[in-house]
Each structure stands twice: as structure tokens, then as C-alpha cells.
């Protein structure tokens, strides 16, 4: 008795201290607790846009490469004009070879749609580019070698090197041009670019008449992957086309934001009423439960962190009812223990285990949809699953560790008629 009341004052002391964390970090602006909650583009204002992309002309198998490739560059696009952390992320709707590829770009705080589109729509740019003189050994000038002359580029291993190496092939015009480079500048760096940022620096070591490469350092697999990605979408760019374009206006997130905070105080606040009118004092301490829930949700929004849209806020939401159905049903099943006239703690040990097989099954029914949606949704169906799915996780362990924690601390040992009434439920108990 005395180790479960420890227990729920520590339970209660870990809440207290986390719920000073989501306020604190929300309201403070420097410092390590300064951690705002993450909102989309749907509550922060911004432009979100999306691209078809033209895979017709590349194999199944380099399409995967080919979109990631074009996702990593569209990025640094983005980046370089110090846009707030951008959302760019592909998307693929069916199967096969009828399947369309797009490209979502959100762009929080950027609600000048013409501004968007010309920091995405410029075809990748591979250049390979020499030094200007033995005086200037730093600056490099265009060879008139691009991306458009390379066949492709490939990760391979050799006994003479020890790591990975990067090799290049290049077309009929770009093996000729290649050879008359390297002749040109055997012993000095060529150096490759992609969107004017560069790559690599190999050294040349002798002409090179077949069109043939290879780039050679220190380089780890993972590196050597995402550089022949970059240098494949040079050689093979994908040619994308807006299809739609949206603005949202900061005003109008902030009162989404609002408006959605509300509906769940209010939901909050009519359940609080009906569980402890309903079911007394286990009521009061699933209210207890159900505020432990919510701090819990918070604290991983902010440390994760998890990006807030419209639809995640309904999941976290929809999650809440499902966190207070356990507490339902738990009370339920101590209801029927208490019929057979069982001793309280008696009643609340065998209510909870009665319960648990339901609560289970229910819990874990929840979750695979959510793998599901997940899985198979497109960007905004995502942020519902994951919040949806979080919530399920969290609730399950509120309701089953937290709430039964703290009704056992409360739980007198013998059954008199005012603790009938206080564990009792509805109006005729």
C-alpha cells in the first residue's frame, strides 16, 4: 500500500514537472527550454505546392534514386534562401507502371507564390569545372562538360581503394569532350557541381579517352550513394510540372490553431463532468489520468519533435476519447466485482485485469489502421495517423499504468457505505 502511494506521488510530481516543461518552452524564447510546438503549413501560414513528376523515360528501378535525388537538391534549393525549416517530401499514387510521382514543397512563412515557384523551378544543373590558372588555383571555370553528356554514375569497390569509388560514363559527345579536358589539365583538380555548389574535386591523373572515370577518396558507402544520386539527376533530370499551388495566410493558421485548442478544451471539459458525475471518485481520477495523457502528448510533440497540422490536431483529439473509453471500460468491470460483494482494492484489481483483454484488442486494433493510413496516406493523412497512433500509445499506458496507480493509492481497505457511494457509478448506486 504504502510502495503504490509512493508511486503516485512520484507519477504526480513527473507530471507537475512536465507539464512546467510544455509551458515554460512554450513561452520562453532562448535558452535549452525553448522549445515551440512544430506547426504545419495548414497553421503557420505559407505556400504549399505540388509537382508532377515526368519518370516516362526512366527505369522502375532508378525511379526511387531519381525522386529522392530530386527531393535532396529541391531542398538545398530551398535552403539557400533561408526559408524556416521547408517540408519537401515525394509522393506516389498507385501501382506499377501507372503510378504518378509527385513532389510536395511546403514553405512555411513564404506566402508569395511567384517567390516559391522560382526557387524550385530550374532544372538540377551538373557542371564540371576546371581551374581558372596556376595564379588563381581556387577559382574554377566552366569546361562546357555537363550533366546532359553523362551516361551515368555508378558505386563501385576495387582492391585499390579502400572505400568506395564514384564511376562515370559518359555519352559519345561527352567521352570526346572528356578526353580533350583531361588532357588539358592532367595533374590538376576537375572539379563537378550540381546547382553551382560543388560535389567533389578529383585529381586528374592522365587523359581519359573512353569516357570512363572514376572518382576516388575517402569516401563512406552512404556518401558515395548520395553523391552518384546527385550526379545521376544531373545526367537524368526529372522534369517536373507544377500542378497546384495553395497560399495560406497566417491569419488564417492562427485561427485554425485557436479554434481547434478550443474544441478540445471544451470536449475536455465535458467529459471531466460526465466522468466524475457518472463515476464519482474513479472518475475524478481518471480526470487525473486523462491530464497525465495530455502532458505526456505534449512533451512528445515538443521533443520529438512532431509537426502539428489540422488533421494531427483532430487525431490528438479523436485520441482523447479513446484514452477515457479504457477508463470506461475499466469501471465498468469494477462495477460487476463490486455486485459479488468483493472487498474495494479487491474489486479494482479484478476490474482491471477483466478489462484488459478488451482495452488490448481495441488499442492494438487502432494502431494497425494507423500503420495503415500511415503507410498508404498522402502527407496530410499522415500527420493524422501519427498523432492518432502516439495517442493510442500513450493513452493505453495512462489508463492502465497511471490511472490504475492512482486508484490504488486511494483504495481504503475496508467497504463501508460512503465508499460504496464514492466507487459507485451512475444515479441509482
Do not use: C
Not at 563537378?192 to 581519359?208: F, N
Amino acid at each position: 500500500m504504502l510502495k503504490t502511494r509512493v508511486l503516485a506521488v512520484i507519477l504526480l510530481a513527473v507530471g507537475v514537472a512536465l507539464a512546467f516543461f510544455v509551458y515554460y518552452s512554450q513561452t520562453t524564447t532562448s535558452g535549452l527550454l525553448a522549445r515551440p510546438f512544430k506547426l504545419g503549413l495548414d497553421l503557420s501560414g505559407g505556400s504549399h505546392l505540388v509537382y508532377e513528376a515526368n519518370v516516362a523515360d526512366l527505369s522502375t528501378t532508378d525511379i526511387s534514386d531519381a525522386m529522392s535525388s530530386l527531393r535532396e537538391v529541391i531542398e538545398h534549393r530551398i535552403n539557400v534562401f533561408g526559408v524556416g525549416e521547408p517540408i519537401v517530401q515525394v509522393e506516389q499514387a498507385g501501382f506499377g507502371e501507372s503510378a504518378s510521382h509527385r513532389l510536395i514543397v511546403e514553405l512555411p512563412g513564404v506566402t508569395d507564390v511567384k517567390q516559391a515557384i522560382e526557387m524550385i523551378d530550374i532544372t538540377p544543373t551538373l557542371e564540371f569545372k576546371k581551374i581558372a590558372s596556376a595564379e588563381q588555383p581556387d577559382t574554377f571555370i566552366s569546361t562546357g562538360l555537363t550533366g546532359r553528356f553523362l551516361k551515368r554514375a555508378q558505386v563501385v569497390f576495387s582492391q585499390q581503394s579502400l572505400g568506395p569509388s564514384i564511376s562515370l560514363e559518359f555519352n559519345e559527345e561527352g567521352a570526346t569532350r572528356f578526353a580533350e579536358i583531361t588532357r588539358s589539365i592532367t595533374g590538376q583538380p576537375l572539379a563537378i557541381y550540381l546547382d553551382g555548389v560543388q560535389l567533389s574535386a578529383p585529381i586528374v591523373r592522365e587523359e581519359i579517352k573512353d569516357g570512363r572515370a572514376e572518382i576516388s577518396g575517402q569516401f563512406t558507402v552512404d556518401e558515395a550513394k548520395s553523391l552518384v544520386r546527385n550526379l545521376n539527376l544531373g545526367a537524368l533530370p526529372v522534369p517536373i510540372t507544377l500542378a497546384s499551388t495553395e497560399t495560406i495566410g497566417a491569419t488564417l493558421g492562427r485561427d485554425a490553431v485557436n479554434k481547434g485548442v478550443a474544441a478540445g478544451l471544451v470536449g475536455l471539459a465535458i467529459i471531466a463532468v460526465f466522468m466524475i458525475i457518472w463515476y464519482r471518485l474513479p472518475g475524478l481520477v481518471a480526470v487525473a489520468s486523462l491530464a497525465m495523457y495530455i502532458i505526456l502528448m505534449l512533451t512528445i510533440f515538443k521533443l520529438l519533435p512532431v509537426t502539428l497540422t489540422a488533421a494531427g490536431m483532430a487525431g490528438f483529439i479523436l485520441s482523447v476519447g479513446i484514452a477515457v473509453d479504457a477508463n470506461v471500460l475499466i469501471f465498468e468491470r469494477m462495477k460487476d466485482e463490486l455486485k459479488h460483494d468483493k472487498r474495494l482494492r479487491e474489486a479494482v484489481v479484478d476490474g482491471f485485469a477483466r478489462a484488459w483483454l478488451s482495452i488490448r484488442d481495441s488499442n492494438l486494433s487502432g494502431i494497425i489502421s494507423s500503420i495503415i493510413l500511415f503507410w498508404f496516406g498522402t502527407s496530410l493523412i499522415k500527420g493524422f495517423a501519427l498523432t492518432l497512433a502516439l495517442g493510442i500509445v500513450v493513452s493505453l499506458f495512462t489508463a492502465i499504468s497511471v490511472t490504475r496507480t492512482l486508484l490504488l493509492a486511494i483504495t481504503p481497505k475496508h467497504r463501508t457505505g460512503l465508499t460504496s457511494f464514492l466507487f459507485g457509478s451512475g444515479f441509482g448506486d
